[in-house]
Every structure is written in C-alpha cells, then in structure tokens.
C-alpha cells in the first residue's frame, strides 16, 4: 500500500483531486458550509470553488478539522495514511520527522485527524454485547514525589474508562468515565444497546442488576461461561481492545493527560471500527469524519 499511495498521489494536484473525489464522490460538487450545490470552480489561489448562496469561497478544507491549515494536503494525505496504518498510533514526534513538520503542528494535526476517527453510533447495539472497564495511567511507584498521591495501590491516579464490544458487527464504543459506580456505568452500556441485546461482564459490582446479564468471575479463573442464549459469555474481544490501547500508551505516547485522554479512547475505538476496510477506504473514512469538526490549536490547549 505504501508504493502505491505514492505511485497514486505524488504531488500536491493529486491529493486536491483525491480530497476533492471524498468530498463529492459522486462528482457533484457542493459548498462545505451550508451545502448548496450551487457552485463553481474559480481561480483564486487557495480557494477554488465559490458558493452563489452563501457568496463564499472555499476548498476541501473548508468546514473540516483541516480548515485554516496552511500545509499542503500531501503532507494531511500522509499524516492520515501513517495513524491509520499504524496498530499503536503515531506519536507527534516521530510524524514531525517523517513528514517534515514542526513538533507542534505534528501535535496538532494527530488531533484532528483523531476527530476524524471519532465513532458515530446510529443504531444502539444489538448484541450480545461484551463490557469492561479499564484503567489509564501511570503507576504511582513511577512518579516523582511531588506527584504521588501516596493513596494506595492500584487504580490510584488513574482515570476510568469503559467500553463496549458488539460480537455481532466487532463494533465498539468506548470513553473515559468519572466514576465506576452503578448508574454511571449502566447508563453508559445501556444507552449503546438495544433494549433486549444480552450483556457479558466481568463480576464487577457495578453490572449487577443489569437486563439480560451474564458474568464471568475472574478472580475464581472464570475465564467463559454458557449464557442463557447458548452462547459463551466473556469479555475477551473487549480486553483485547484495551490491551491494544494500552500498548500505545506505553510503547508510543508514555503519557496521555487527563485532559486529552478521551480523545485517545475513542481514536482507537475508531481505528478499530474501521479495520474491517481497505486502507485507502479508512482514510477516506476520516476526511469524511473530518467535516464539520473544525479544531482549532489554542482550544486544544485552553
């Protein structure tokens, strides 16, 4: 895939037409803001097309996480090719020297391309479903000790997440929590479920009472169990998926702050829901994501 995206994009004309081919795949051009289709192309430098409504010029850029980005789209066609392609993500560091960017706009541009990966639930999950909560962070014996909160052990200092696998589609929803107690975690798997979709946890506390539920005790080595629909309950495909993200957190990031972590979670949610496509598919798939999510650099750090 590499040669070929460079044989099918080698210069900046290319990928405005492989943009341009996402936005209107089906050839009919209409304005990014307020989706007229009564356009035209012009000649002005940076923005060829105009809007004979909204009277305003634009280009691909325009009402997406990319607009106001003044770097060519080879180097966003190259920055989305290298997170989607890579299983642990791409830390900003290594994307600044691949692509030829400064740390920050590297930093920057991850994040955009993350609201381009941000999952949207149409329809609640249909089941059986598999959930499991996780914990991000790093371990207080690691800490300097003007940062250690010499509370305990454990899940001391780190933030909570919780997810959701549907077996039927491989789909997952996932996002840091405040807390782990029973309505917060509930309202979280039933609002991503069908009413009537089975429910396999572990034996945390917080899922009992839940409709349709099936748990594994993990502390007795129940590792699967029969469920009452004749499948085998257990939470195996979801804590795959947190192994997966803890992976990037150790192996590429070493640190997620509080503030962005939730970015993080639902980044590798996406790129998990999109795995079942061709890559050139999944990039397609992000710059699509991308409309409407404009990011600008001084909210991301307010």
């Not at 947190?242 to 990031?253: I, Q």
Request: with cysteine; charged share 25%.
């Amino acid at each position: 895939m590499l040669l070929e995206l460079a044989e099918k994009l080698p210069d900046e004309a290319s990928a405005w037409s492989w943009f341009e081919k996402v936005h209107w795949s089906d050839g009919n051009l209409c304005c990014l803001r307020c989706g007229s289709d009564n356009v035209y192309r012009c000649k002005h430098k940076t923005m060829p097309f105009r809007c004979r409504d909204c009277k305003k010029y634009f280009s691909v850029k325009t009402g997406t996480a990319m607009e106001s980005s003044k770097l060519p789209l080879k180097k966003w066609v190259w920055a989305i090719y290298l997170e989607n392609t890579s299983l642990k993500g791409v830390s900003s560091m290594k994307l600044h020297r691949d692509i030829g960017v400064t740390q920050k706009h590297a930093w920057h541009m991850l994040h955009r391309i993350r609201e381009g990966l941000l999952p949207e639930m149409i329809n609640a999950f249909e089941g059986p479903v598999e959930v499991d909560e996780s914990y991000i962070g790093g371990r207080e014996v690691n800490k300097h000790e003007d940062k250690k909160l010499n509370a305990g052990r454990g899940t001391v200092g780190k933030a909570a997440v919780l997810g959701v696998k549907d077996r039927k589609t491989n789909q997952i929803t996932a996002k840091v929590i405040e807390d782990t107690t029973k309505p917060t975690v509930q309202e979280f798997v039933n609002d991503n479920r069908s009413e009537d979709a089975s429910v396999f946890t572990d034996e945390h506390l917080s899922y009992k009472g839940l409709k349709n539920h099936t748990s594994v005790n993990h502390s007795r080595k129940e590792w699967a169990v029969s469920s009452a629909l004749g499948e085998y309950a257990h939470t195996n495909g979801i804590e795959s998926f947190w192994a997966v993200l803890k992976r990037a957190y150790h192996g590429t990031y070493h640190h997620l702050s509080k503030k962005h972590l939730n970015r993080y979670v639902t980044q590798f949610a996406g790129k998990h829901n999109l795995r079942s496509m061709d890559t050139i598919d999944q990039m397609a798939s992000v710059v699509k994501g991308m409309v409407g999510k404009r990011l600008r650099y001084k909210d991301l750090i307010s």
